[in-house]
């Protein structure tokens, strides 16, 4: 090459007293070798695909005729492209081929540009260009990944103006120049050797076709640095819906991952890819694209040897609950203890702060507020009985059969749902790994010793009806709705404490109808009727 060079040297400025300019010249057309003839005489031979010639001096002020011809030629008559330049004397250029011979659309070219730096402004730091040199490859942006967007919006055939970036390692994300959250793929760029140096980076080759997509950088001699493709990282994701409203679609990075999600179900651990930031968008079940979506949250994954959770929480245009994804990382799928490990949400909008107890007395979590997720607690696998109290540990909001005795290995996320004061009315659930969600069933009220439920007024209401008990012991009392289907429509627990106490329940947001109150005793169950009035 040198020799070739040298010989180029003559032909092109014919004198060395000649007036000059600088040139590099870089094969980016994916076409066998080729041999380039500068003025007749032969400039390159045996020129290679993604190779590119130090800077050399040509003449300047005159017209140049660069042809280019294959391989095997034996002059510039066999040329199969042909283009006359007049280079400007003290200016430094690059000569890109590209484009494909033959093809219409992207026809083979050579783009030259000037204003071209041989080494950086500053020591410490890369200067280089872009050149979308990809015959099918869309519009796109380059990204150094958490740093920023290098290159916007470039389509094939242009070259941007300079960029500088400290000498250091960087990951190249590739992207649609609308679409920065679907990579079409990314490279390892380590700069932390070029201190003070420059290059022309350019993108190459076909995404559909052979040679492949690619991405190279040009050094000022003649070195192609090939960037390595950096393997995507992916993490496990489950997704929660338990937000009280319709079924929805749930996309990812503007691609729908899951139609007509319900309510109270979930997915199974599915890959993201992590380190890159990532969109979730939530549209109605009706959607026909993510234009449509009524809630957009962006992150990162940042530790891709986490697994994740999100949870669908609130209430789609409620100003004080509003619709919520809550993110939370470090979420386990198994565990080699034998244990069933949890970890708790809670969901409901209108329930206070609880904690959550196992059999009267083994505490879970303690003061779980509204849209928060626990940290984990492992448990024997055993059947329990959970009870859901107030965060002053007074009342009894709820009490559920937990029967994890099959568990024994596993994991799972218990989340609160729904609403104590309206439908859907509120439950503990418990998604597992696969996806499958339990519903444990509200567990019969613990029977209280020497308590008399004496009545209930009025027998038709609105708002509020009134228990009378009275007991003599400390004890707590569980009281049960049903409606006339037999249904459990309100669960709560009444505090007794030695004498005559009245419990009120709020029935406000029954529908209207026959309804049975019963009260568990030492004496066995006693159901009193109302009407719930229009």
Known sequence: MRNLILVALVLVTGALSAQTARLQVIHNSPEPTVDVYANGGLLLNDFVFRTATPFIDVAAGVPITLDVAPATSTSAAEAIYSVTVTFNA??????????????????????????????????????????????????????????????????????????????GAYVLDVTPGADNYNIVASFAANL??????????????????????????????????????????????????????????????????????SFRTATPFVPVQALVPVKIDVAPSTSASVAESIYTITGTFRNPANDYVAIATGVVGDPT?????????????????????????????????????????????????????????????????IDIRTADGLTTVASYDADLSGLAGGNAVVFASGFLTSSPAFGLYAALPDGTVIAFPLAAPRLAGEVTFEGLFPTVADEQITLTLT?????????????????????????????????????????????FVTVYTQDGPRTERFVKAL
């Not at 590209?98 to 030259?112: A, E, M, R, Y």
């Open 321 to 385: 609950t509003p619709f919520n994804i809550i993110l939370q990382g470090n979420i386990r799928q198994s565990n080699s203890l034998g244990q069933v490990q949890l970890v708790a949400s809670h969901g409901a909008p209108d329930a206070p702060t609880v904690d959550v107890v196992a059999d009267g007395a083994l505490t879970l979590f303690d003061n779980l507020e509204y849209n928060t997720i626990s940290r984990y607690i492992g448990v024997p696998p055993a059947a329990y009985v």
């Open 90 to 167: 003290g200016e430094t250029y690059v000569a890109i081929a590209s484009g494909v011979v033959g093809d219409p659309l992207t026809p083979f070219n050579i783009w030259v540009q000037n204003g071209i730096r041989e080494a950086a402004l500053a020591l410490g730091t890369v200067d280089f260009i872009g050149v979308h040199g990809s015959p099918d490859a869309p519009t796109v942006d380059i990204i150094a990944r958490d740093v920023a967007i290098l290159l916007d919006n470039v389509s094939y055939g242009d070259i941007s103006g300079y960029l500088t970036v400290p000498a």
């Open 192 to 261: 932390s050797g070029l201190g003070g140096g420059s290059a022309v980076v350019f993108a190459s080759g076909f995404l559909s076709a052979t040679p492949g997509f690619g991405l190279y950088a040009a050094l000022a001699d003649g070195t192609v640095v090939a960037f390595p493709v950096e393997a995507p990282v992916f993490t496990d994701l489950q997704v929660i819906h338990n937000s009280p409203e319709p079924t929805v679609d749930v996309y990812v990075n503007n691609t729908l991952l899951l139609d007509d999600f």
């Open 471 to 515: 007991g003599t012991t400390t004890d707590q009392v569980g009281v049960t709705v049903y409606n006339a289907a037999g249904q459990v429509v309100m669960a709560e627990a009444a505090n007794v404490d030695n004498g005559r106490i009245t419990h009120n329940m709020n029935v406000s947001n029954l529908a209207p109808g026959q309804y």
